[in-house]
Structure formats: C-alpha cells, structure tokens
C-alpha cells in the first residue's frame, strides 16, 4: 500500500516572497509543499473576503496550512472557510490580544494610515544611499526576500495586521515562536512552541529546527 503525502501550503509574511521558505525541505515520500504567493487585494476588501478568495489555490482537501507572520494571519482567517489537517503559525498572533503595545495604539489611534507605504517601492535608490554594511545586508535582504511593494497592497496589508479582531482561535493550532522576536514579542505571546534565540525571521535562519521538527508536529494527533 502507498504511504499518503500530505499536502503542505506555505503562507509568507507580509510581502515576501515564497523564497522564504526556500531552505525548507520535508521527506518528499511523506509530504508534497506548495508555495502560495500574495495577490493583490480588492477595492475595500475585507481580509475575510481575501482569505475565501485564497482557498481557491488550494488544490487539496484537508491540508495543512503554514503561515508566517501576517501569512499566519491568514491562514487562520482561511481555515474558517475550509477544513485543514493541521493549521500551524510561525512568527505570527492568534488573537488581537498579542498584539504589541505599539499596534494597538496604532489601531486606536489611526497612526497605521500614515505609514509611507510608497517607500517600498524605492528600495534601488535607498541601496545607492545605504551607509555601512549592516545597512547594506538588510537592503539586499528586503530585495531578495519582498516581492509585493505595491503601495495599495502594504496599506491594505498594515491595515487588515493591525486591525485584526480575532478574540479566540482554534483550540488546535501550533504556533512556533522565537523567544527573539522584535515583531511580535513574546512576552505578549501565550502557548507557543518557543524557539531559543529566534528572531522574526526564523524561518530563514532556524531552517533546520523546522526541517527537524515540522515532519513530527504535523503527523501528531
């Protein structure tokens, strides 16, 4: 008899590309990975709306969803229209209420509305300005890894982050979190698989944490 492969959707963080995941490698004889993209949002829509339209790149039933960061988001917001085998979040929050300080005053305040998202869009001409090298690595970092500088996109996307209203999530979802998390801080974080010295970015840089260990929380009951 044939073992099932498990079909694997991976969700990225705001804006980037799914090259985040490129050091991500699972026994191809037990799972299949599929690489979902962002698209660009409609006039107005409501992240509930993207997510319905989301689903339809989900070519398999009962997956499992992996989202980082506002892709956890997302992906969370995708299971209340479909039914996955396991939801996992990297990076990310399940509810508002582990939102940092920052954020919350950001949706109380309004403040989200004036970031200047059109900024992303210039990041060729910052790279000729760039100062040090620290400067100069995370530049190369941003043109490698985002692939969405649409400025309609990242204030839709800003938005739809700070202003989620989720109160209660699903009893059953994994979140990974590094303890290094300048993002979303973990002491605002409860119930977590807590990763040592990760930073936002682990998925990238603790890669083979997770092509050791997402095998074993997948297949778990």
């Given amino acids: 008899m044939s073992q099932e492969i498990i079909p694997v959707y991976l969700m990225p963080g ?5 090259i985040i995941f490129e050091y991500i490698d699972l026994p191809e004889d037990t799972f299949q990975l ?14 509930s709306n993207y997510a319905l339209r989301m689903t339809k790149c ?11 960061s506002f892709g956890g988001v997302l ?25 940092p300080k920052r954020m919350q005053l950001a949706r109380l305040t309004g403040a989200y509305k004036i970031v200047p998202t059109q900024l992303a869009s210039k990041i060729d001409v910052f790279e000729k300005y760039a100062c040090g090298k620290e400067m100069t690595k995370r530049l190369e970092l941003y043109k490698k890894y985002l692939s969405v500088n649409d400025p309609k ?19 059953d979802i994994v979140h990974i979190h590094g303890d290094k998390d300048p993002v979303f801080p973990i002491q605002y974080i ?24 997402l095998p074993g929380i997948i297949l778990a009951e």
Avoid: D
């Fill in 14 to 18: 705001m804006a980037a590309s799914p």
């Fill in 75 to 99: 992906v969370q917001e995708m299971n209340k229209h479909i039914s996955v085998r396991k939801l996992i979040i990297v990076s990310s929050v399940k509810t508002k209420f582990e939102l």
């Fill in 34 to 47: 599929h690489f979902l993209e962002w698209m660009l949002p409609l006039n107005e829509e409501s992240l």
């Fill in 58 to 68: 989900i070519k398999h039933e009962n997956p499992v969803l992996l989202g980082v």
């Fill in 190 to 213: 409860s119930n977590c698989v807590t990763i040592s010295k990760g930073t936002h970015i682990m998925i990238i840089n603790k890669y083979k944490w997770f092509n050791a260990n």
């Fill in 153 to 171: 996109y990242l204030s839709w996307a800003i938005k739809e982050m700070v202003c989620w209203n989720q109160e209660e999530c699903t009893s």
